[in-house]
């Protein structure tokens, strides 16, 4: 019962208070996308369900982002795929977009910088700032991110 809750109130945000209303599945109603066609959902049901549900998240999705299969934000993550013009702040930096593979999980108050991507299966601790790509099946932590150790030396 308390996923309705919060499945009801992003519906009056999204649908009646009109407030992140140009997304076409149901965000979070703290969350914030700015320009929302930008973003690319590849697919999943636990992508957009992690969207629903994860509050206080941001998208800066002017150059793009990609979402892959199974991604899972907690609250807090920033994506931002923008920069600007050092002489003219109001001026965007063209660059590449932001792209997350599939399965990688982003820890609370994450924050993802313009044109990296994020390999598959990839885990993003808590408060990291990842300012470069990073590979595959690797957990990276801290600011700025690095390669803390890949998954395959896990001992369950």
Known sequence: ??????LLLNLIFQKILRINSKIKYSINFTS??????RLIVKGGEKTIE???FSGNC???AFNGIELGYNVLFAPGVKIISVNHNFNENRKPV?????VI????WIGTGAIILPGVKIGNSTIIGAGS?????????????GNPAKIIRGLCE???
């Open 32 to 37: 914030q996308i700015s320009s929302p066609e």
């Open 94 to 98: 063209k660059c590449n977009p932001v």
């Open 58 to 60: 941001y998208f800066s």
């Open 129 to 141: 700032v990842v300012t470069k790509s990073m590979p595959e099946n690797s957990i990276v932590a």
């Open 154 to 156: 896990i001992k369950l």
């Open 1 to 6: 019962m308390k996923n309705a809750g919060v």
């Open 50 to 52: 992690s969207l629903r």
């Open 101 to 104: 593979g599939d399965n990688v």
